[in-house]
Structure formats: structure tokens, C-alpha cells
């Protein structure tokens, strides 16, 4: 999606990296639509041998995601800690301010409003996918969307304003997807967030569990 930069976008992975030449494909094809190229490598797919393939293709390892998990139970169900945070379901035409939330929330260039806007509004009346706004004193300041597949539950990105930050929202928003989960009969959880940071340490503080921490790799600047 060359319009639309951020780590959820244009991105590489599973096992494909069987060969040198598997990962020279992969960079020519990135190179043709002029978008950069990520990987993110899962323990599990980790090599010596392909390790090296991309560090003679040009990349270098640039920071580590961690997946987390849990199941679904009667514990998720918790009274929000900050009263004054409301969490409702999106309309469909209120996409254009889930879209500004997510620019804004992932400091993202305001020129992408309306693309990020319609890459979400095409999934509105998609199966397993469901979109929240949580507000702060009447005020709009974070989404949330989640997707379940399955009987299972993955938390998608969210975002908070960051003069709205420090006040709960991340962590209700998080409460929120997961009660929802649970009236909707799933049995497991999945989220993804940057290594030890604020979104990882709130879905730990919600009952998640680690369960891997993948490495992303991306091309060296010359």
C-alpha cells in the first residue's frame, strides 16, 4: 500500500526466505512499487543461514515486535478504572474521525486522513471486524478495532491522541475488545505491540502473556 507508510502495512512474513534468491525477488519487488521493504522474522522461522541471507542483501536488523496472548475467560470482565472514558461501536460514517484518530495517534502525516480512512471503511461490514472509539469527557481520543477469526480474538492497532495519553484509555480500550471477546464466545486472545513498550506493559497489566518477540529487519539507509 505505497500511500500509506507505518509498520502494519507492506510487510513480509512467515517462512519464505529459502533461498537468496527467494530474498532478492522480494527486494526487486518492493523496489518496483517504490514502497520500503520490512520483515519481521517469528523465532520459530529464525535461521543462522537465513539471518545471513538478509544481511547480504542489505538489511539489518532495526527493533523487535512481541506477539502476546491469552485465553478467553470470566476474569476479562473489570470496571473501567477512569470513569469518565466512553467506549462505543463505529458508524460507518464515522470512519473520517477514526481515521484522523489513527494518523494523529501514530504520527503519521495529516495528508493520510483519508486514505487511512478508506483502508479501514472497507472492512466495516466485513466478517469478524469490529471498530471502537473510545472518548475522554465527551471528547474523541482513541480507536481500537479488533477481528475474530475462528474463535479468535486479535486485538488490531490502536491509537490514543497523545495529549489524551497517561489517562487509561489505551488499557480500557484493551478491557473493552476483550469483554466483547468473551460475550462473543471466543476462546483465545492475540495482540501486537513494540517491544516493552506502554501498549505491551497495559495488555500485560490486562492478563496477557508473551509469546514470542519477533525481529524486524529493514534496509540499511546509504
Not at 502494519?8 to 523496489?31: A, C, P
Not at 483519508?114 to 471502537?132: A, C, H, Q, R
Not at 477481528?147 to 480500550?173: D, E, M
Request: hydrophobic share 35%; proline share 4%; net charge neutral.
Amino acid at each position: 500500500i505505497k500511500g500509506i507508510p507505518g509498520p502494519s502495512y507492506n510487510v513480509v512474513k512467515g517462512n519464505s526466505l529459502q533461498s537468496e534468491q527467494t530474498v532478492q525477488n522480494i527486494l526487486d519487488f518492493y523496489k518496483e512499487k517504490e514502497i520500503p521493504v520490512r520483515f519481521e522474522i517469528a523465532p520459530q522461522y529464525v535461521k543462522t543461514d537465513t539471518l545471513q541471507k538478509l544481511h547480504h542483501a542489505g538489511l539489518s536488523q532495526s527493533d523487535f515486535h512481541t506477539t502476546l496472548y491469552s485465553a478467553v475467560n470470566n476474569e476479562f470482565v473489570s470496571e473501567r478504572k477512569n470513569t469518565n472514558i466512553a467506549i462505543r461501536t463505529i458508524r460507518e460514517e464515522e470512519f473520517d474521525i477514526y481515521g484522523a484518530l489513527y494518523v494523529e495517534g501514530f504520527h503519521m502525516p495529516p495528508f493520510l486522513v483519508d486514505s487511512v480512512t478508506e483502508n479501514n471503511k472497507v472492512l466495516y461490514d466485513k466478517p469478524g471486524w469490529s471498530f471502537y472509539i473510545a472518548t475522554l469527557d465527551n471528547e474523541d481520543v482513541g480507536i481500537g478495532p479488533m477481528f475474530i477469526h475462528h474463535n479468535t480474538a486479535i486485538l488490531a492497532a490502536s491509537a490514543v491522541k497523545p495529549r489524551a495519553r497517561n489517562k487509561g484509555i489505551h488499557q480500557a480500550l484493551i478491557q473493552h475488545r476483550m469483554n466483547e471477546a468473551l460475550q462473543q464466545n471466543c476462546k483465545h486472545l492475540i495482540g501486537h505491540a513494540k517491544f516493552a513498550s506502554i501498549s505491551q506493559n497495559n495488555m500485560e497489566r490486562c492478563g496477557m502473556t508473551i509469546a514470542y518477540t519477533k525481529s524486524i529487519w529493514t534496509e540499511v539507509n546509504k
